[in-house]
């Protein structure tokens, strides 16, 4: 397989696991809206392995994804129920 396969139309893995990176270099998933724009999901510098679970549900109108203390699960929950720490938040 070459360095840097390109593919076009979807590609399927089924029961596998996608690591994007190894231990000495920073990977990074990038998504493209179909124009000139992207988002980015890169990580920052962590102390440990980190998971994050996303909510089964959409949620409603106005609705945010909020961690635990624990950051063990991500929930849909109203922006009024959301207490906010600090800037940027929902």
Known sequence: MAN???FSGTLT???AT???GTTTQQGSLVLNDGSS???TLQ???IASNLTFKLP???GGSGDCIVGDAAVTYLSVQPVEQV???GTNCC
């Open 13 to 15: 893995v089924q029961g």
């Open 56 to 58: 089964s549900g959409y």
């Open 18 to 20: 996608i690591s994007v």
């Open 37 to 39: 724009n992207t988002t």
């Open 4 to 6: 840097s396969p390109t």
């Open 43 to 45: 990580s920052a510098a």
């Open 83 to 85: 207490v906010v720490v």
